[in-house]
């Protein structure tokens, strides 16, 4: 059986799970917000090599990023 909980302890538990430590909620859990995900010096293989790399986010911010780098590549192009 669940106990039902009150709207202030509903919120706690939400910034909890879903604010970057400031109270500010972000919509984002994998980037945070910056549109960008970068595990350089993070992540390694089994033989102890470096693999980790940058890359644009899935979220909207991201996804803006990547708009305007591929316009800006159309515009380069001869």
């Given at each position: 059986?669940?106990?039902p909980i009150?709207?202030?302890?509903?919120?706690?538990?939400?910034?909890?799970e879903?604010?970057n430590?400031s109270?500010?909620?972000?919509?984002?859990?994998?980037c945070?917000?910056?549109g960008?995900i970068d595990?350089?010096?993070?992540?390694f293989?089994?033989?102890?090599?470096?693999?980790?790399?940058?890359?644009?986010?899935?979220?909207?911010?991201g996804?803006k990023?990547k708009?305007?780098?591929?316009?800006?590549?159309r515009?380069?192009?001869p």
């Amino acid at each position: 059986m669940m106990r039902p909980i009150s709207e202030p302890q509903f919120e706690a538990l939400w910034f909890d799970e879903f604010a970057n430590g400031s109270g500010v909620a972000v919509s984002c859990i994998l980037c945070g917000n910056s549109g960008r995900i970068d595990t350089r010096g993070m992540v390694f293989n089994g033989w102890g090599d470096e693999c980790g790399g940058e890359a644009l986010c899935i979220c909207p911010t991201g996804r803006k990023f990547k708009q305007q780098v591929e316009k800006a590549r159309r515009e380069d192009a001869p």
